[in-house]
């Protein structure tokens, strides 16, 4: 299979990277929420959608496919936010190991 680079000219979506904090809620639990990290180019491929009943309502789910320049703290956990988008990071992988980019399998969950 041929080598596929990073061509800056498909980067043209501006993510944010968002980590989770857990902060302590003063009653013996904890509040979970994020922070941004930083800032990023990326290109964002759409995958599949599906939609399900859940709890008599129905909710929509789509999958995408970001690949961006190589990052060490891109993980699954954290998330990205496009505008009002929240896109979960389920995956993570750099494909050919040569840390020049970074493939991501995300889902978006639409209420």
């Known amino acids: 299979m041929a080598e596929q680079s990073v061509v800056i000219g498909r980067l043209r979506r501006r993510l944010v990277l968002e980590a989770p904090v857990v902060s302590p809620d003063g009653l013996g ?3 979970q929420s994020f922070e941004t990290v930083g800032a990023l180019w990326a290109q964002v491929e759409w995958i599949s959608g599906t939609e399900a009943w859940r709890q008599g309502r129905p909710e ?6 970001i690949t961006m320049r190589w990052r060490s703290d891109v993980d699954a956990g954290r998330r990205l936010r496009d505008g009002d988008r929240l896109l979960d990071i389920r995956s993570a992988a750099d494909p050919d190991g040569a840390r020049r980019r970074l493939v991501c399998l995300v889902e978006e969950v639409t209420p």
């Open 60 to 65: 929509q789910s789509r999958n995408y496919r």
């Open 29 to 31: 639990g904890a509040t």
